[in-house]
């Protein structure tokens, strides 16, 4: 009995390890560049749109049936994999120069836009209450400024009561397109003041660093007389206190979908080679300046046709029915006069097995 | 099946056994050797991963290794968009995290352990030691959750103007404002983590001290104090060394938590231990997975490759001396 006994324990072994090396060895096939399932559409990149991107994704699949997996790995991340063509699409939100897309030989399109807020934990002061112009916010991100009650945020709030404590900048320890997209602002809004120009990473000179949009929510509100930037859905959903920002018109202007959607009709798609718009202290009276979009990308010649058309599919859907998703959860749609520039110019290119892969 | 057929398919071989058990013997006779060639591949893939792992770590340094030479052991910032790859910062800031750990968590472990062993009843001691066990069992990143919005603010509003307004405040070591994030939290954390690995294992070196010895002493006339430190803790000395080793190679290593609380500033030297900085582990969690450059990403792996060398010495380093304090405690009890 005994030796019966342990004959099937070594049998359900064996088994097990031919199961477990079964399911490797499949898997293995499944997501093989070249044998990716026909029904899922795969994406990979920035982590800001994410949630959006998770969402539309779901009302797409229980409408037609076809599904998105998108892995929000970072922009770096995204922009490496279109590249190397594991994925289907990309998702940045720096876009890539005019060069970088024709040595790639990708294609560039926005699909939502969004806004980069500076958000404060200053005892006394409420949200909306604090304004900032874009040399002092440098000022405090470049160390020069280092206490609430300095004089040059003072001249800006006359009537509002600073504490003498010290400030803590807090800035994302990981490379982000946030980061890049606040940096852009400093960069093209602070003249001198910011030297440090506009990067995913950039090497702070002061301050604590958080990883991802999180990481610096947390800090800020756990470190009292903190500033920080943060996407502007992590800031409503949060909570937090934001500051009002003065844009190029002089006028202070506070975050809100409105004040994004101005700056994306503002801009100038159709001149801007690649689209590689950039969205930062646009003119106009109610324009927030640090508004910024998400790009994705795609290559322009592609082998396998029925995947690379239903990814495309899914974007002119989301262009044409997802806006009203996107503003519940805090993103711009992108304007219908671009998504015409974006069918015309650029879907136009995408090849797939040797024909269009775009019919409208 | 009559014995005679089994007799015939086994041959010679098998008549051995075949006249001494029943017929069913012959299945072990398989399953033996199969089961040992089972645990022996087993054990095997441990080995073959551990050497493909460093291996795989070397290589992919090499570029690092071959451009920057001795350039990241002697330069301080780390920053990748100027090509700077100063490996200091991170270095610092693994070891001072480290040392904070375990000034706070060995005496504190120490006296648990001798709590758990020599005061308190032994029915009490389980439930306390299983509750304090059960500490490691925390995952870490819970632990960095806790501390950003537990022991940060804590820090930041209580504790650090404290030890400001305190003689020590005057070392210059507390200096700076009082952020909450940094690498004293970063260490006072890590201490909380590593606590259980270092009672858990003084606890046990600590019950092997012969109770003969120990009751030699009571028998002088010597207070439970004194049994506790001159003779406890003496006898007990290499095993609480190796604990402590043990939970070194802990703390070095130790990521999520770290990467939470440190401030992750990776250009500049702390100045005091309120100043934010950065471990090598949290250096590679913030900024791996956006990294495309090839050098950026070599350089990455070199710093991995140099956390794994410095681990694996205070690992060996711990397993060697526990062995030892086991041998002698073996030989003496």
């Given at each position: ?21 079964l399911a490797v060895g499949g898997c ?230 409105e004040s994004f959607a101005e700056a ?80 015309d110019q650029l879907w136009s290119q ?11 | ?333």
């Amino acid at each position: 009995m005994i030796g019966r006994r342990k004959t099937v324990t070594v049998a359900a072994l064996l088994a097990a390890v031919a199961l477990v090396a079964l399911a490797v060895g499949g898997c293995g096939s499944k997501t093989g560049s070249g044998g990716r399932p026909a029904d899922t559409i795969v994406g990979a990149g920035a982590s800001f749109p994410f949630p959006l991107y998770s969402k539309w994704g779901e009302e797409y699949n229980a409408q037609k049936g076809i599904k998105l997996n998108y892995q929000s790995i970072g922009s770096g991340g995204g922009i490496s994999a279109i590249e190397a063509g594991t994925v289907d699409f990309g998702a940045s939100d720096a876009p890539l120069e005019a060069s970088e897309l024709d040595a790639q030989s990708l294609v560039q399109f926005p699909m939502c836009v969004g806004g980069v807020v500076p958000v404060v934990n200053i005892e006394g002061v409420g949200s909306g209450a604090l304004k900032l112009d874009a040399a002092t916010l440098a000022d405090i991100y470049a160390g020069g400024i280092t206490k609430w009650d300095d004089p040059a945020i003072k001249a800006l709030n006359p009537g509002l009561s600073l504490p003498a404590s010290d400030i803590a900048a807090v800035h994302r320890s990981d490379s982000s397109g946030t980061t890049w997209i606040f940096t852009s602002y400093l960069t093209a809004a602070a003249g001198d003041v910011w030297t440090l120009g506009a990067n995913k990473e950039i090497d702070w000179p002061t301050g604590v660093g958080g990883k991802g949009n999180e990481g610096v929510a947390a800090s800020v509100q756990q470190v009292s007389g903190s500033i920080g930037y943060v996407e502007y859905a992590y800031a409503k959903q949060n909570g937090m206190d934001w500051v009002q920002l003065q844009n190029k018109d002089g006028k202070f202007v506070e975050p809100s979908l409105e004040s994004f959607a101005e700056a994306a009709a503002i801009a100038d798609w159709q001149k801007t080679p690649g689209f590689a718009v950039v969205l930062v202290d646009q003119a106009g009276a109610a324009t927030w300046p640090i508004t910024g979009a998400s790009f994705i990308l795609m290559q322009k010649e592609n082998s396998d046709a029925a995947r690379i058309t239903n990814a495309l599919d899914f974007f002119a859907w989301a262009y044409r029915t997802g806006g009203s998703t996107a503003k519940e959860l805090d993103y711009v749609p992108i304007p219908d006069s671009v998504y015409s520039l974006v069918e015309d110019q650029l879907w136009s290119q995408i090849q797939a097995g040797g024909a269009p892969a775009w019919k409208k | 099946m009559s014995t005679l057929e089994w007799e015939a398919r086994l041959g010679p071989e098998g008549r051995r056994g075949a006249a001494k058990a029943a017929p069913r013997r012959t299945h072990s006779r398989l399953t033996d050797p199969l089961f040992r060639w089972f645990v022996t591949a087993c054990g095997a893939a441990v080995a073959v991963a551990m050497v493909a792992l460093s291996a795989v770590l070397i290589a992919s340094s090499w570029r690092a290794i071959t451009t920057l030479g001795l350039e990241p052991l002697r330069t301080i910032p780390w920053s990748p968009t100027g090509g700077e790859y100063g490996a200091l910062t991170s270095l610092f800031g693994t070891f001072v995290t480290t040392v904070i750990a375990m000034v706070i968590a060995v005496p504190l472990a120490l006296a648990i352990a001798l709590l758990l062993v020599e005061v308190v009843h032994p029915a009490l001691g389980r439930v306390v030691g299983t509750t304090i066990e059960m500490l490691a069992a925390i995952p870490s990143i819970i632990f960095g959750m806790w501390g950003i919005f537990v022991i940060v603010p804590l820090m930041q509003q209580y504790v650090q103007p404290w030890i400001q307004a305190t003689p020590l405040g005057r070392l210059g070591l507390f200096s700076g404002p009082p952020l909450g994030i940094g690498v004293f939290t970063a260490g006072v954390v890590l201490a909380l983590m590593v606590l259980p690995f270092i009672t858990a294992v003084s606890r046990d070196v600590l019950k092997m001290v012969p109770t003969v010895v120990k009751e030699a002493g009571y028998g002088m006339g010597s207070t439970t104090f004194e049994v506790m430190s001159k003779i406890s803790a003496r006898y007990a000395l290499t095993g609480i060394a190796g604990a402590v080793f043990l939970g070194l190679g802990r703390a070095l290593g130790e990521t999520m938590a770290v990467t939470f609380l440190i401030g992750s500033d990776f250009n500049t030297l702390p100045r005091s231990l309120f100043d934010p900085g950065t471990s090598i582990s949290s250096t590679l969690a913030n900024t791996f997975n956006e990294a495309t450059d090839p050098l950026h990403v070599s350089a990455l792996v070199e710093l991995g490759l140099i956390l794994f060398l410095i681990t694996m010495v205070f690992q060996l380093v711990a397993q060697l001396w526990l062995a030892r304090a086991r041998r002698m405690s073996g030989t003496r009890a």
